[in-house]
Structure formats: structure tokens, C-alpha cells
């Protein structure tokens, strides 16, 4: 396996003793386990003129007043229990095919984004140098934390991308779409999640992903095209290469070394409240993960539906060009199945995850095939059986009525 650290195979050997690692533990370096100080020599890093200029950048951006209830909603929007139902909304209130087309590409461009961290592994502002050498504020305390690499930053990236690709959809201009981007960009430098120039990068990668898919719309033309086998295949084939461009990142960029690696979470730490520390030290959710291929089955499983779903729409729903239709009250009665559904998923995984956890059968496999399972379900639901449970439900108000 190129690029594997045999110091990272050997520590796993001796921890399991009966078990070879697996490619994606050697590849993340996520069961080495790091030690809790920093090297006693700080490693030399890439880039440090760049770096020490873009401290100056966001030591002036967080002196802007006002920013911190905005950039803690930015920060927590990408949570999946809080963007999933704000992104199906669309679908079930304003359009189908625009809710679709525009959760693909959101989708897609986070696996994009995804392999654009992977090659470039960049530290975040805390990350990279001791807090009394950068001169940047901890804002909110430890209430903002990220366990993943900088470059691109996702949340500009993605929200960036939505408008983007919402204003070619319905040919509109492209200026709100860029300063809305913007705006996210500087919420994340605030924070000081970000470099000035990773919330630039996002907003162009944004930029160029959104405009494109938007003049392309490859969920409408698969959903005019109405063959099963073209979706079906155009699914597997789409979500396949995404798949193999992030193993391809993987397989040919080493993983971050582990002193480095070290010294980052050292500087992270170091950043904190002095009471926040102990607790982030403990957390398993908050050790630093840059390299991660299990968090994005969601993603990947969206993109295979929603494309491959199309081609059986005029058989399982022949209206779905036209959805969400009828009058307003129609249209939140609509949002009010849809979220009761979505709401019943999401018990019914934990319910099944709190079983497996209870008979010992939570291992990392049936834990990513229960949130694969779990987003086919998500999607079903929001793209087919949430319309016809709708459909169903008006027809039975209309027969009471008569």
C-alpha cells in the first residue's frame, strides 16, 4: 500500500494482536493513537510567509462587529439533523425537480470538496501555529471546533454552490449569489476555521461547480429522458467516479505525519479555555480525523438515489414534474408529512443503532451500512413516497368530504 506508515500498521498489529488493519485505518491514521504532547521540536511546516500574512488577515476580520451569532448559525448550519430537512423543504414546498437537482449537487461538490482536502491536507489557523504566536481570538469559546483539514472550506464551498447553482437553474443573476458566498467565507475566517484563502478557493470552486451543473441539470434531463436503465446506470457510473477520484487522493497522497499531526492538535488545544481543554482531550468526537471515508456514505448514497430514482418517476410518479402542486395549504400540509416521516427515519435508527450497540453488533461495518440504509430511506422518502403519501392523504380528505 503506498504511502502507509509502517509504524501506523505495526501499532494497530500489536492493539489487535488477531486482526489485520484495514485499508482505510492505515490510509486515515485514525486507530494510530497520537500522543498527548506535542514534540519537543515544533516540525517545520510549508508556507510560512503565506500563513504569518494571513494572520494578519483574520486577526483584522475578527475585529468586525457582529459576526458571531451568524458565524455560530454558519458553523452548525451543515449539521446533518439541521441541513437534511431545511434542503428537503425545497422539495416539498417550492419544487421538486429544482429540491433534486440542487441536493445532487450539493452532494457531488462535498465529495469534490472532500478530495480537494485530502490532496492538499492543509492545517486549519489554529491548528498551524501556537495561539500566542498567531494573535487570533478563540471566538465562543470551544462551542466551535472542527476535527477535519482546511482547504477548501466545505461550508463557503457548499453554500456558495447552492446559490450559485439555484441562480443558473432559474436564470438569475449571479451577483447575490457571490456576495451570499462571501458572506459565509468571512463567518468562517471570524471563527478562524478558515484562511482567507481557503473560503476564496471554495467560493470560486462554488462558483464554477454551481454555474455548471445549473446550465447542465443532469437531473432534468434524466427525469425528461424517463428510462430506468439510463438512470440506473447514470447513477452508478456518476457516483462511481466520485468514489474512485477520493480512494485515488487517498492512495496517492500519504497521510499526515504523526508528529505533525501532534503538533496540530497540540496548537488546537493549546487555543481553548483552559476549563474547555480537559473536556475536548476526553472527547473521541473531537480528536482530529483529516482523513475519513466512512462519513461520506451519506453523500454518496444520495447522489446514487436521487439520479437513479428519475427513471422510474413516470411509472411511480407521474407528476413529479409538476411537484409540489395545488394551493398553498396543499403545499404545507406537503412539508408537514414530509418532516413527520423524515422524524419517524431518524427514530427508527436510533432505535435499530441502540440494538446493535445492546447485542454487541456495532462494528464500523454495520454502523456504515445502518447511515447507508438510513440516507436511501432519507431519500426515498423525500424524492417518491412523501409525494404519493401526500397524494394518498388528499384523496382520502377529498372522499370523506363528498
Excluded at 156 to 182: D, K
Aim: charged share 15%; glycine share 8%; proline share 7%.
Amino acid at each position: 500500500m503506498t504511502g502507509v506508515d509502517p509504524e501506523c500498521v505495526e501499532r494497530v498489529l500489536n492493539a489487535t494482536k488477531t486482526k489485520l488493519p484495514s485499508w482505510e485505518q492505515c490510509r486515515s491514521g485514525d486507530d494510530c493513537e497520537l500522543p498527548l504532547d506535542p514534540p519537543r521540536a515544533p516540525p517545520i511546516l510549508p508556507y510560512r510567509a503565506l500563513h504569518r500574512a494571513e494572520y494578519g488577515l483574520l486577526r483584522g476580520i475578527q475585529r468586525t462587529p457582529g459576526l458571531l451569532s451568524p458565524s455560530l448559525a454558519v458553523h452548525y448550519s451543515l449539521l446533518p439533523k439541521v441541513i437534511t430537512p431545511l434542503l428537503a423543504i425545497i422539495v416539498w414546498f417550492s419544487s421538486l425537480p429544482l429540491g433534486a437537482s440542487l441536493i445532487t449537487f450539493v452532494c457531488a461538490a462535498d465529495l469534490v470538496n472532500t478530495a480537494l482536502k485530502w490532496a492538499v491536507q492543509r492545517p486549519r489557523p489554529r491548528w498551524y501555529s501556537p495561539s500566542h504566536e498567531s494573535g487570533l481570538e478563540v471566538k465562543a469559546g470551544n462551542i466551535a471546533w472542527e476535527v477535519d483539514l482546511s482547504f477548501p472550506s466545505a461550508h463557503t464551498q457548499f453554500f456558495a454552490g447552492l446559490a450559485f447553482c439555484a441562480a443558473a437553474l432559474n436564470g438569475w443573476s449571479a451577483v447575490l449569489p457571490a456576495a451570499f458566498g462571501a458572506f459565509i467565507g468571512l463567518t468562517r475566517n471570524y471563527l478562524s476555521m478558515h484562511w482567507p484563502s481557503d473560503t476564496i478557493a471554495a467560493l470560486g470552486v462554488g462558483a464554477v461547480l454551481g454555474n455548471l451543473w445549473g446550465r447542465v441539470d443532469p437531473w432534468r434531463r434524466l427525469l425528461e429522458a424517463g428510462s430506468p436503465l439510463l438512470s440506473l446506470t447514470a447513477a452508478t457510473a456518476f457516483t462511481s467516479g466520485l468514489l474512485c477520484l477520493m480512494v485515488a487522493v487517498r492512495q496517492a497522497v500519504p497521510p499526515v505525519q504523526a508528529d505533525i499531526k501532534t503538533y496540530w492538535y497540540a496548537n488546537a488545544l493549546a487555543a481553548l479555555p483552559e476549563r474547555a481543554r480537559a473536556e475536548t482531550r476526553s472527547s473521541a468526537q473531537r480528536q482530529l480525523k483529516p482523513r475519513n471515508l466512512k462519513s461520506k456514505i451519506p453523500m454518496l448514497v444520495t447522489v446514487w438515489t436521487t439520479l437513479a430514482i428519475t427513471g422510474f418517476y413516470p411509472m411511480l410518479l407521474p407528476t413529479a414534474a409538476a411537484e409540489p402542486s395545488g394551493p398553498l395549504l396543499s403545499r404545507l400540509l406537503q412539508v408537514g408529512v414530509g418532516l413527520g416521516g423524515l422524524g419517524g427515519i431518524m427514530l427508527l435508527k436510533d432505535w435499530v443503532k441502540e440494538i446493535l450497540a445492546r447485542r454487541q453488533l456495532a462494528t464500523d461495518r454495520m454502523r456504515g451500512a445502518l447511515k447507508g440504509l438510513t440516507y436511501l430511506a432519507i431519500c426515498s422518502w423525500c424524492f417518491l413516497l412523501s409525494q404519493r403519501t401526500h397524494g394518498a392523504l388528499l384523496a382520502m380528505g377529498a372522499h370523506l368530504l363528498k
